[in-house]
């Protein structure tokens, strides 16, 4: 039986495809090994200007993590100059360049000393000395910061390897994030905050660590020039520490995402439950706090309003128990506890400024709306009916037209409308009297719905 070798239309396209992806993709031919290998070579040593450089940006970035800026905190990334000795490890590795990394080991301890000791001597004559929300942020490295970590890396390889250089490296700098972790390390090492060192001085090694792995990465990737070469089983062995020590750095970051990821689970989860079932009639949830202890969330509820039976409560903690198994409720509205009574009237005392100030506002919002209502009805008042001449000149054939307007009088409040009635002369074919006037200033001043509107009567002579 003979075989169909014509192929498939996916094959096609495929075939098609292939050769243009793959020169899309090249970047080989676009990499400068000699000139890739001399920049970073120069920029591993720290010594004169690199080192106040490194000085400076530390202060910079410890100012802005002090004060919680973070576009202070993206300035000093941008002029420091950690990089070069990181990269510097990663080439040396990729090359088979042991003394290029002794000295990129040697001068990113030192840079990284310097960094922390510079950091720790601003927080211990800093007067702020309270953890701000972007010191926190770089305690808890997780897998995140990894990835984070080994694409940039990956990206400041590539752009340092082209033959036509670009402005990659200081976005680079910003996404790796090297000085602030050093900077919060020098703050825990300042005030004794251990947590603070370890955490921080963690996330600088996995960022400084996955940035020289990118380095290597793609160093061998595109077969850049060896230094020397090394027996193959000898590098397999090299290879296979390196892959445990790597993985053995980044195994923590992984838990620490995991129980991020739980925590920002179960807070969802523990949130929704006090909104739908934390409910009794006359009793309103007044703060809610969820504090993780030991992993496991104890829940705050301070209710203020009708007392809640105790057998409510306990329907409450069973069912919050059933939907995060290690949850722990605590239910404030009595004061049976002394901490409970001090919270409750805490909140009482905010309660009622609120209240107060609430109505106080109505109050003022009512009287604005008075006043608005009264401007409207003098505006309303100040506008004449459009076709009142017209309704005049109906009132007797003698009258042959009127002027009208809206004048301000000192002895009114507002202003009053005035009327000039237009008549003929009183000849054989057209009779008028004083009745006929008094009853147009009669028939106006309902008109207008204004017994102050000034009537006047003017005889107009003919042309």
């Known amino acids: 039986m003979e075989t169909s070798t014509n192929p498939t239309p996916w094959r096609r396209v495929l075939a098609i495809l292939r050769p243009l992806i793959i020169d899309r993709m090249k970047i080989r031919d676009l990499a400068d090994a000699t000139a890739t290998i001399e920049g970073i070579k120069k920029d591993i040593e720290f010594r004169g200007f690199n080192v106040w450089i490194l000085v400076f940006s530390i202060v910079i970035a410890s100012i802005g993590l002090n004060v919680d800026s973070t576009a202070v905190v993206i300035g ?43 950091s720790a001597l601003y927080f211990l004559i800093s007067p702020i000395d309270e953890a701000g929300s972007e010191l926190f942020a770089r305690t808890n490295p997780t897998f995140l910061d990894v990835l984070v970590a080994l694409f940039g890396g990956l990206t400041g390889i590539l752009a340092g390897s082209r033959k036509e250089k670009s402005n990659v490296i200081p976005g680079v700098a910003i996404a790796t994030a090297l000085m602030p972790p050093l900077c919060t390390a020098g ?49 397999r062995r090299y290879k296979r520490y390196f892959g445990i020590a790597l993985l053995a750095l980044i195994i923590p ?37 969820i504090i993780w202890t030991n992993g496991s969330p104890h829940v705050h509820v301070v209710l203020l309003g009708e007392f809640v039976p105790e057998s409510l409560v306990a329907q409450w903690k069973e069912g919050l128990e059933q939907e995060v198994s290690n949850a722990v409720l605590y239910v404030v509205q009595n004061t049976k506890d002394i901490d409970g009574l001090e919270e409750m009237t805490r909140l009482i005392d905010l309660y009622s400024d609120g209240r107060a100030t609430l109505a ?25 009916p459009g076709t009142l001449g017209a309704e005049i ?45 008094a009853r147009i200033d009669a028939w106006l001043r309902v008109r207008l719905a204004n017994e102050a509107a000034e009537v006047n009567h003017i005889v107009v002579a003919p042309l």
């Open 253 to 289: 970051s992984g838990w620490i995402f995991y129980k991020t990821v739980s925590e920002t689970v179960d807070t969802t989860r523990i949130k929704n439950f006090v909104e739908e079932y934390a409910k009794y009639p006359g009793t309103e949830v007044v703060k809610s706090d």
């Open 393 to 437: 000149q109906l009132q007797h054939s003698a009258v042959i037209g009127a002027r009208m307007g809206m004048i301000q009088s000192t002895r009114a409040e507002s202003a009053l409308p005035q009327v000039e009635v237009l008549w003929m002369p009183p000849d054989d074919s057209v009779d008028w009297s004083a009745v006929d006037q």
């Open 360 to 384: 106080a506002r109505d109050a003022e919002i009512a009287q604005l709306r008075g006043e608005l209502e009264s401007v409207s009805n003098r505006l309303a008042t100040m506008e004449l």
């Open 187 to 235: 703050f825990g090492l300042a005030n004794g905050e251990w947590e603070y060192f370890f955490g921080a001085f963690y996330l600088f090694l996995i960022n400084a660590i996955l940035i020289a792995t990118a380095t290597t990465l793609v160093v061998r990737y595109l077969n850049f020039p060896k230094a020397t070469q090394v027996d193959p089983e000898r590098e």
């Open 76 to 118: 000093a990334m941008l002029i420091s100059p950690l990089m070069g000795p990181i990269m510097g490890f990663g080439l040396g590795i990729g090359i088979n360049d042991a003394g290029t990394v002794r000295k990129s080991l040697v001068n990113t301890g030192v840079a990284a000393g310097i960094a922390i000791l510079s």
